[in-house]
């Protein structure tokens, strides 16, 4: 089946303490962005990146970091920077950066600080 | 300002109603425009690419005024399953690449 995969489903985390959520895909997608949901706002972009080796910050990227070595693969880390990690992290990934296409979402991770 | 402001409800509707969405959006030069349905703690899914002349699917159509700067999402004949919160999604007018959304709105279809 092809999709987007997000792990783990929900992730503790404790004061300090850097954590990585991975998220991967299988559809040959160029372009893949990683949003916050906190409640009751909309999804805030932390970072995308259009190909492998690029990627740029999005409107609230203080405190996390990527990485985009491999086309499938666009993990997140949140580190001990980021003083309000609590969200619900989604990742998603679009064919091109040509106008309308579509995004298409990974199922979530998750955060919960300890 | 918002790059894209919806009202957030609650709307509560009987089945069978017929409940539309309005969602406006500050930047003219916004290139393409989507609805997506989230259900509770669940990821985004694309209901639908909103167009120029209107479209429809289904129960569902969309509107897209781009002189006033909004778009509109009409459910007709609403099931207990429409029940979900409906974002409004704009891309980004310069590199495509942006991604901009509504905080959502939220329907409860009732029995």
């Known amino acids: 089946d092809g999709g987007i995969t997000q792990s783990p489903k929900y992730l503790f985390r404790k004061e300090g303490q850097n954590v990585t959520l991975s998220c991967e895909q299988n559809?040959?997608?160029?372009?893949m962005y990683w949003y916050r949901q906190d409640p009751g706002q909309g999804l805030r972009l932390i970072y995308y990146?259009?190909?492998?080796?690029?990627?740029q910050k999005g409107d609230i990227a203080e405190g996390y970091s990527v990485s985009r070595e491999k086309k499938e693969s666009f993990p997140l880390t949140v580190t001990s920077a980021q003083k309000n990690p609590t969200a619900f992290y989604l990742c998603?990934?679009?064919?091109?950066?040509?106008?309308?296409?579509?995004?298409?979402f990974g199922p979530g991770t998750r955060l919960l600080v300890l | 300002r918002k790059e894209v402001e919806q009202d957030p409800g609650p709307f509560n509707v009987p089945e069978g109603a017929t409940v539309a969405f309005n969602c406006t959006y500050s930047?003219?030069?916004?290139?393409?425009f989507f609805w997506y349905r989230q259900d509770c703690r669940k990821e985004p899914k694309l209901l639908m690419s909103v167009y120029s002349s209107g479209n429809e699917d289904g129960r569902f159509t969309a509107q897209l005024n781009r002189a006033s700067q909004y778009i509109s999402l009409l459910i007709r004949d609403s099931k207990l399953s429409d029940s979900a919160t409906y974002l409004c999604?704009?891309?980004?007018?310069?590199?495509?690449?942006?991604?901009?959304f509504g905080t959502g709105t939220s329907l409860t279809v009732i029995p």
């Open positions: 999604v704009v891309n980004g007018p310069n590199t495509g690449n942006q991604f901009y």
């Open positions: 998603a990934s679009r064919r091109s950066g040509q106008a309308g296409e579509t995004q298409y």
């Open positions: 559809l040959n997608h160029d372009a």
């Open positions: 930047n003219s030069a916004s290139q393409s």
């Open positions: 990146s259009q190909i492998v080796n690029d990627f």
